[in-house]
Nanobody
Framework: QPQLVESGGGLVQPGGSLRLSCVTS????????IGWFRQAPGEGREWVSC????????SYTESMKGRFTLSRDNAKNTVILQMNSLKPEDTGVYYC??????????????????WGQGTQVTVSS
């Protein structure tokens, strides 16, 4: 069955960087768009970004687009979320998820059928 495992989270100071990995198995990564979501303490799940099978990406906000970079390596079954210039408000649990389509369209949680367990990101001085 499809599996997604996030890693790379941790504690960083404001302005620092983290590289999150989403390692997939049980399906052909090249056939699916992959999205990243985050959930801050006491808040709902928020869409961060999505990458389609051709490598094109979509970000929720211009701020995220400028600071976060999404890439994929289908040969390694891995999607990478590079996060730079981190802010305290970026704190939360980050999840990767498999889109039901090959491209990023209507990137809401209901369009993602398999999810990882999440990795904690804490940005604090």
């Amino acid at each position: 069955q499809p599996q997604l495992v996030e890693s790379g989270g941790g504690l960083v100071q404001p302005g620092g960087s983290l590289r999150l990995s989403c390692v997939t198995s049980g399906f052909m990564l090249g056939d699916h768009a992959i999205g990243w979501f985050r959930q801050a303490p006491g808040e709902g799940r928020e869409w961060v970004s999505c990458i389609n099978v051709s490598g094109g990406t979509t970000s929720y906000t211009e701020s995220m687009k400028g600071r976060f970079t999404l890439s994929r390596d289908n040969a390694k079954n891995t999607v990478i979320l590079q996060m730079n210039s981190l802010k305290p408000e970026d704190t939360g649990v980050y999840y990767c998820a498999r889109h039901t389509k090959s491209y990023c369209s209507a990137s809401v949680p209901t369009n993602f059928d398999y999810w990882g367990q999440g990795t904690q990101v804490t940005v604090s001085s």
